[in-house]
């Protein structure tokens, strides 16, 4: 078990597309999700993908803790999860506003539009195959992560960079996001 280096916006390989993983079963890829869940559980982070410890392979590791859970039907709390080639569809036209951090952008969040239900799928490291259907914070999470392994961070997801702050800035002048989820979005 090792905490692995995370990659800071700027980095290149934060803008690169992941390559699938040849062979799920491998040993060394069951070490590395461990290490990925260390250096996520060390960073404080709910997910963390690949590509943010310098590999370009398709992995992402998330959990969706109970303070984390909106009222949209469909979420929930989910236990540490890793996905090897996991894939997504996009389920319907909802969308919702809601905050995101990532331990390659350090101290900023943002409100981020996405698609509120989404079904996703991939292999776990025991070899068995995930296949949820989700909603709220459980399928922001995903598509967060799932985005890194398309090299795409969440500033690029925003549509209104005034939604973009420091941590300790949003605490001392709170944003009320339903306001902005008001706005019509042209
Ligand atoms: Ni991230």
Redesign the pocket.
Known sequence: MAILKIARMGHPILHQRALPVEDPSAAAVSRFISDMFETMDDAHGV?L?AP?VHVGLRILIFFVPEERVTQVPGDGPIGLTALINPEIDLLGDETNLGWEG???IPGLRGAVPRHTHIRYRGQAPDGTMVDRTVAGFHARVVQ??FD?LNGIL?PERMRDHRLLAFVEESARFPIDLAAYEAEPQT
Do not use: I, M, P
Request: proline share 0%; with cysteine; glycine share 10%.
């Open positions: 997910g993908a943010q990532c331990l390659s967060h992560e890194h969440y």
